[in-house]
């Protein structure tokens, strides 16, 4: 055995500090401050990538529009698209952009890209927060797109100001990509990817108020609703349907906001520099 | 010897993955302003050794350094270039748009992605979607990015893995442009011809340095007439006679290193 061990200690006796021992946790360093310039870059990044895939450009924007579009086409002459109509133009584009995050996000992991960035001098936030800014782009382009065929094309007639509408699927877009960034983590293969889809967004669909009015649930469902991001998406968009003003709908607003903080801080303290 | 002429200086370096060791008791130095060639079969450890060494891998035990810096320290993300085993591009962006980015989060200027694209000579593909191009070609673009910035260590997987002979050739080549440049690299390969090229030799065998030494050394201290064989030769004297000893065993091995 040649261990050269005369080289070694040399080297590690005038080392600058000892790794000894297992590391799995975040950086022992307080982590940088997210660079704004390194979180542009990476935004403008996946949305070149995003650019240079026009098939699924085409199903983000046109996907939601066609469903709108069968059940307008369903309800024809009732009162059913100005009710709900709304509602599932919030509802879509939270589904889609939870998928194309999660697997997007998957993508980078197993390309070997997102190991390559780790050894880079670029942030965890940045790589992240480059990530939301770009789909939150993205989810302004769908939710305007959407909205605006669901109001000039399928006549949907909504009693309180058609911004509002727009501000809470854009919020709910963002929502779905940041849901979508935390879940990737779990995530060790594109398909179960696919599956945490089912695991993270059912119970919400479920309990958020759009198959039973939530006041008429069992408590505990009830309860349950109350902890779920998309409760307050839903309940914002039937106030607006309804009539409401910004007003009736700033409390929901902020609780939206504060679970895209909250998922885009879970989805920065998930990302692992050190792997096993 | 003293510190400053090695790049990369590990004591006592032990993995665990799976519950399996992976590197047991491992113990190296790297001097600098060399090409050091780290030899080894499929799943001797590599891979797992250069990841440690880019601070991207949990480690159980064990001191590293990397220019003389704990391997991963933040200050080491702008020295370092690392290519990982398969070209970690992204498939959908340009060679050019790849570099730009990689450029950008190391700060290095435009200047700096014509210089490294030159360095692979990838300059005809330069506006070419990286999934459009060849495996060789793309592999070459992931090199070119661990070049961008002029990192004083360069940590290359397997990088010419696939490639046709003129290639690879052409790749080492570059690789000594470099060392006279004044950089150092730790190479990995599973083919043991490339051995020539490299000024020193680390060879690894389930997780356990078989040898560091000079390729004349080697040859002289095992008298074999080529690194195949004097890998063999090595293997030969490590393992003992009854030969039943499972690998990933750390007991057994510890005992043995000593």
């Known amino acids: 055995m040649s261990t050269h061990d005369a080289h070694g200690s040399a080297a590690v006796a005038a080392g600058a500090s000892r790794t000894e021992g297992r590391r799995p946790g975040p950086w022992p360093r307080a982590p940088r401050a997210v660079s704004l310039r390194l979180t542009l870059a990476t935004a403008g990044r996946v949305l070149r990538q995003i650019r240079n895939d026009p098939r699924t450009i085409a199903l983000l924007v046109v996907l939601p529009c066609v469903l709108l579009g069968l059940i307008a086409w369903m309800f024809d002459g009732t009162p059913v698209l100005d009710q709900f109509g709304p509602i599932l133009v919030g509802l879509f584009p939270l589904v889609i952009m939870f998928l194309v995050t999660s697997v997007t996000t998957l993508r980078e992991r197993q390309s070997g890209t997102l190991e390559r960035l780790m050894t880079m001098p670029l942030g965890k936030g940045d790589f992240v927060g480059g990530y939301a800014l770009a789909f939150a782009v993205l989810a302004t382009v769908q939710a305007l797109v959407v909205v605006a065929f669901a109001v000039w094309v399928c006549g949907m007639d909504v009693a309180g100001p058609v911004g509002l509408v727009v501000l809470v699927a854009v919020l709910d877009a963002i929502l779905g990509s940041c849901l979508g960034l935390a879940a990737s983590a779990l995530a060790r293969s594109e398909f179960q990817a696919v599956q945490l889809m089912p695991v993270v967004l059912f119970p919400q669909l479920i309990t958020c108020g759009l198959l039973m009015p939530r006041d008429e649930m069992p408590a505990v469902l009830e309860a349950v609703s109350r902890v779920l991001p998309l409760t307050y998406g839903v309940s914002a968009l039937q106030d607006v349907a309804a009539g409401g003003t910004f007003a009736d709908v700033a409390g929901a607003v902020a609780v939206i906001v504060g679970f895209i903080v909250g998922a885009l801080v879970l989805g920065t303290l998930t990302l692992r520099r050190r792997t096993a | ?258």
């Not at chain 2, 989060?105 to 992605?113: E, Y």
């Not at chain 2, 290639?167 to 442009?177: Q, S």
């Not at chain 2, 490339?194 to 030799?201: I, M, Q, Y």
Request: include cysteine; charge should be neutral; glycine fraction near 12%.
């Open chain 2, 1 to 258: 010897m003293g510190n400053n002429d090695h790049v990369i200086g590990i004591r006592g370096l032990r993995v665990d993955r799976g519950g399996t060791t992976v590197l047991h008791e491992l113990d190296l130095a790297v001097p600098e302003r060399q090409v050091v060639g780290l030899l080894g079969p499929s799943g001797s450890g590599k891979t797992t050794l250069l990841r440690t060494l880019v601070g991207v891998q949990v480690v159980t035990a064990g001191t590293v350094d990397v220019l003389g810096r704990p391997a991963g320290d933040p200050t080491l993300r702008h020295q370092v270039g690392y290519v990982t085993q398969s070209p970690s591009v992204y498939a959908d962006l340009s060679v050019t748009e790849n570099l730009r980015y990689f450029a950008t989060v190391l700060g290095a200027g435009a200047r700096d992605v014509a210089r490294v694209i030159d360095a692979v000579d990838l300059a005809r593909h330069a506006r070419r979607r990286v999934g459009t191009l060849s495996g060789g070609e793309r592999s070459r673009v992931s090199l070119a990015a661990a070049l961008l910035g002029e990192p004083r260590l360069l940590v290359l997987d397997e990088p010419t893995v696939g490639l046709d002979p003129v290639l690879r050739r052409d790749l080492w080549d570059l690789f000594a442009r470099l060392r006279d440049a004044g950089t150092s690299l730790l190479v990995s390969s599973h083919v043991m011809d490339e051995a020539t090229r490299c000024d020193r030799l680390l060879l690894l065998r389930d997780g356990r340095l078989l040898a560091d030494d000079t390729l004349p050394g080697l040859l002289e201290r095992t008298g074999a007439h080529d690194v195949e064989h004097a890998f063999l030769r090595l293997v030969e004297d490590t393992i003992p006679p009854d030969g039943a000893a499972p690998a990933g065993s750390p007991r057994h091995l510890g005992g043995k290193a000593s």
